[in-house]
């Protein structure tokens, strides 16, 4: 009996530590998963702020060209 009382103490002690571990491990993926999320976050206002100035530049080179083209028809 004092066998079984100390092999399931062994064991409760392995199940404490693996469970600590699991939950370190855990608390480490949500804070990676946070990090990531504001990051994508950011870069996704980043992308969104280069795609506005892409298009006003886009509709400057095309206004250019038009005083360029009624230019060359003078």
């Given at each position: 009996l004092n066998q079984q009382l100390v092999e399931a103490?062994?064991?409760l002690k392995t199940?404490?530590?693996e469970?600590?571990?699991a939950h370190q491990q855990r608390k480490l993926a949500v804070q990676?998963?946070?990090e990531l999320s504001e990051?994508?976050?950011d870069l996704?206002?980043?992308k969104q702020k280069l795609s506005r100035q892409l298009r006003d530049k886009e509709e400057e080179v095309?206004?250019?060209m038009q005083k360029i083209d009624?230019?060359?028809q003078d």
């Open positions: 103490s062994e064991r199940q404490s530590k469970l600590r571990d990676e998963f946070s990051r994508m976050g996704r206002s980043q095309e206004v250019s009624a230019m060359r």
